[in-house]
């Protein structure tokens, strides 16, 4: 099976996640994030890289490998391994507001900083500056925290930062999509102080990240420019809570999360995401996801603030136990298959990867190294899509959709 030659060949194949991690190994006076032609943030080389930078590169690279290590939790075969499942929400009336479903990823990241078990969170969070793009953010307190709730799903890029964490010598959780978090344990694998560093890893499920063309068209939408928008929210303050613009000149428009996800950020999500292995977050220590009532999984309208919370290790467990003995968190057991119903598309994703890799190469494209994430033994419950999925890769690789641009030089920082 061919694989990823090289960072351009990882961005112009459209294997890239934008995860930011390269630019934290390479340093960013010689590789540098930036938004490319579709919209998404990739690594430019501004500097060519020794051989040996390079080849850390492309090991650590989540949109190259993602290898999942043994675990000592039950697994399951779709959702990976799962030490408790569980329906809640943080205590914190402002967290679980202000929180995409429940605030439940910024309440346990709260409770790492005040307990002392970590002295910052790596996060990202719209940039005050110019509100339609996402930055990576250091935070050190609540109020910190509560300005990067929320679900950010234009182009984001947490690991940015991550070595200068590392290089800080002091505990520290991080936030991100399951691909970030795969970047995080690949980096593991060559540097030990990952894994004395980083105490606790959040993830949430993930279906897909969308290009920055969305947000632009959301305001183009209301009729506003972007040299004109303060504020942009894709949802929080509420469950699943409004799209919220407003304006320098006192304007607010609001739309429906469900016109937002279903209408603009399902259209326009990036290659990659097609053929992700691990949408659910299984080398994260605690995964949050949306508890919708329906069986479609579609918001339907406004509700309180509430999540569905995986504890994939022992160590996540631990903390999310010690938050509700400490009345930091509203906990209740829920049974698998009610969370199969809430989430249908996870399953469904899981189980064609197989056919949509065999279309990948077959088409002629490298393909990632994916190990330990029980591919195949999902695809028994996509038999029936196979043929279709092999077919439907194979005219997506011939259409050039996984074709990507590197992103020109000198433009926006992020
Ligand atoms: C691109 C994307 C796709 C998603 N798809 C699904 C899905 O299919 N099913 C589902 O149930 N849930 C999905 N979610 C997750 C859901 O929207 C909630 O984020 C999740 O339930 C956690 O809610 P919370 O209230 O606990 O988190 P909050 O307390 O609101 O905290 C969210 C945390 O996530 C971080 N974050 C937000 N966006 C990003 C990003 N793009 N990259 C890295 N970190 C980020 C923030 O910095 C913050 O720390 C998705 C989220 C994103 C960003
Ligand atoms: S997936 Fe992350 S590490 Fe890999 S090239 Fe893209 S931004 Fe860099």
Redesign the pocket.
Known sequence: MTRAASIDDIVTRGLCVGCGLCESLAGADKLKLGLNAEGFLRPKQLMPLDAETERKVLAVCPGNVQRVEGTDSPVDVIWGPLKGLFAG??RDEE??F????????????AHMLNSGMASA?L???ADSAAPLH?VT?V?KNRSE?IE???????????LRRMHELLDKGKPFVV???PC?IAGVRNLARIDPRVDRLVVCT?S???????SFGVARNIIAGHGVEEKDVSLFR???HG??GMTRIETHDGRAFEQTYDDTWSHA?NQAIQFRCKICPD?TGEQADIV?????DNDD?YAHGEKE?R???LARTERGLAILKSMQTRAELEMQPLELSRFER??P??KHRKSVLVARLLGLWLGGQPVPDYKGLRLFSASRFGRRYLFSNVRGMIRRIKSGANRETLPAGGERRE
């Open positions: 929400y943080s967290i679980r202000k929180g995409s479903s429940g605030g439940v990823a910024t309440a346990v990241a969170v996060e990202v969070s996402a953010r935070a925290l990067g709730a929320g679900s950010w799903y234009g182009p984001a890029a947490p936030i991100g999509k970030d959040i949430f499920l993930c279906a897909g990240l969308s894709f949802r929080g469950c699943p950020l949408s949050c996801a949306d508890a919708w999984g603030g999540g569905a919370i809430m989430q598309h996870h």
